[in-house]
């Protein structure tokens, strides 16, 4: 017999089943899934690196002082048009999604937070990690790249900024939830000011971040930010974490929500560019911090220093 | 162009970082490698074996170097031949561990109905070593180029062409003995 001819006899075997095919391709899909996450997973360590290494060779000198200022102050000076009734409709969408936040809330002792900001109304390019411990009563842990070259920084019990004041985790925890109580309660608490609603939009935004607020609080105040006038759907946004959000602004700031799930995921200050950019990757409760670092010489407490 | 337009090869060059494209390639040649591990170990363990391969391959792909001819195909029976062979170890008793083969013959029996063809085949292959038997199934069975069927073997493609062309006069020799009336 002629080799060829045998080798040809032999070789036809059955195709593959649509349903094999299928199935196996299933399990391709997962595993290149899997494998896809660790790639996107070694890209943020890597850039985590590279970023570090920036920071500290670019902050080698820089001095904080133990009274730190968390989160930068600015004269919101735009005003924009009338609010829109989408606007409206995604915040009453979030706030819907944010009052079923349920998991994950409860009387931890600390509220952990992790974010990455950005400075170039001032501070350049570079992007800065920031992950803060807030205590209720005791000493809270702040280890921010951009303040004292990312040194572990103790701080006070939690104050959370609004309006004038600042209020502590009881006081948050005691915050009315019926949006117009709120409201008002929030209004009065804005000292003079050129533009109340500008006040009332950046008071919600810090307490919707690096905040212990209860998901019936998070409803009232996006309930709060609907009920501005001047708030404007920017629209669909990717936030700089990579995450899909809706954007809403009112003069120059601007804020990325989740409509979904009603977690707040950006903020952004737009002054014909981006002058300032804080993008919030998580946040939770902690049963436990960091160590705190010894009290700095002649300092009493982490508030009073 | 979309990936879809994308030649093996390039796909090859992407799947480090972007694991997805392998979707593609399995799109392109499951068929063809799960005709290669039937042919081999029969269509019941060929189905399971079809998804082992490729997700060998997602771990693979970051040493790929796709051979020339830019087909991803001697990668992918690279790995099948692996696959099977693993699988074959698997199924003997511990004292032929030393013999594990790259074709399952009961499979290849039970697949082939004529017995005269089960008996050729053997004597054929038995004429050759193991390197030479899949060098030699890869281009008959396969479809692979001899350089292609070398790449596969870790073989150079004037070694591979070299090999194939005494391994078939070696084969056809064993066969002509065997029936020498039906030459």
Redesign the interface.
């Known amino acids: 017999m002629d080799l060829d001819t045998l080798l040809r006899e032999t070789r036809d075997v059955p195709d593959a089943s649509p349903a094999v095919l299928s199935t196996a391709r299933a399990g391709l899909d997962a595993s290149t899934g899997a494998a896809s996450l660790r790639v996107a997973a070694t890209r943020r360590a890597l850039d985590r690196r590279r970023k570090r290494r920036v920071v500290l060779g670019a902050l080698v000198g820089v001095a904080a002082s133990a009274a730190l200022v968390l989160a930068p102050t600015f004269d919101l000076l735009g005003r924009g048009p009338g609010g829109t009734a989408s606007a409206t409709e995604t915040l009453l969408r979030a706030a819907e999604a944010a009052g079923d936040q349920q998991e994950a809330w409860t009387d931890a002792p600390y509220w952990h937070s992790v974010s990455e900001y950005q400075d170039p109304g001032g501070r350049g390019d570079t992007v800065y990690e920031r992950e803060i411990w807030l205590s209720r009563d005791g000493v809270g842990i702040l280890v921010d790249q951009g303040v004292k070259d990312g040194e572990t920084v103790g701080l006070g019990p939690a104050r959370f900024p609004a309006g004038e004041g600042a209020l502590t985790w009881d006081e948050l925890d005691a915050l009315p939830t019926d949006p117009v109580v709120l409201d008002e309660q929030l209004r009065a608490g804005i000292g003079e000011t050129h533009d109340e609603d500008d006040a009332l939009f950046v008071m919600v935004g810090d307490l919707l971040r690096e905040s212990p607020a209860s998901p019936e609080l998070r409803r009232a105040l996006w309930e709060v930010t609907a009920r501005i006038p001047g708030i404007t759907l920017v629209g669909d946004v990717t936030d700089a974490a990579g995450r899909p959000g809706v954007a809403v602004a009112r003069g120059i700031q601007q804020y990325v929500l989740d409509p979904e799930d009603g977690r707040f995921l950006e903020e952004t200050l737009d002054q014909g560019e981006t002058v300032y950019r804080s993008t919030l990757i998580e946040q939770g409760p902690a049963e436990t911090a960091p160590a705190a670092p010894p009290l700095p010489d002649g300092c009493t407490s982490y508030s009073y220093c | 162009m979309t990936d879809n337009d994308l030649p093996d090869d390039e796909l090859l060059a992407l799947a480090a970082?972007?694991?997805?494209v392998?979707?593609i390639i399995?799109?392109r040649h499951?068929?063809a490698v799960?005709?290669f591990l039937?042919?081999r170990v029969g269509?019941a363990p060929?189905?399971d074996l079809?998804?082992e391969v490729?997700?060998a391959?997602?771990a693979a792909?970051v040493r790929v170097h796709p051979h020339p001819s830019g087909s991803a195909l001697p990668w992918l029976y690279g790995i099948a031949t692996n696959v099977v062979r693993s699988h074959l170890r698997r199924r003997r008793t511990a004292t032929a561990l030393a013999d594990v083969d790259i074709v399952d013959w009961d499979a290849?029996d039970a697949?082939?109905d004529?017995g005269s063809?089960r008996t050729?085949?053997r004597v054929?292959l038995d004429a050759l070593g193991e390197t030479d038997r899949e060098l030699?199934?890869l281009v008959?069975?396969d479809g692979l180029s001899p350089a292609e069927a070398g790449q596969v073997l870790g073989l150079s493609g004037v070694a591979a062409r070299s090999r194939l062309h005494r391994a078939?006069a070696r084969?056809?020799a064993a066969?002509d003995q065997t029936?020498p009336a039906?030459?």
């Open positions: 970082t972007r694991p997805d392998l979707g399995y799109e499951a068929p799960y005709r039937a042919r269509p060929a189905e079809l998804g490729f997700e391959a997602v792909r290849v697949r082939l004529a063809r050729d085949l054929v030699l199934l008959a069975w078939r084969a056809q066969l029936s039906a030459r």
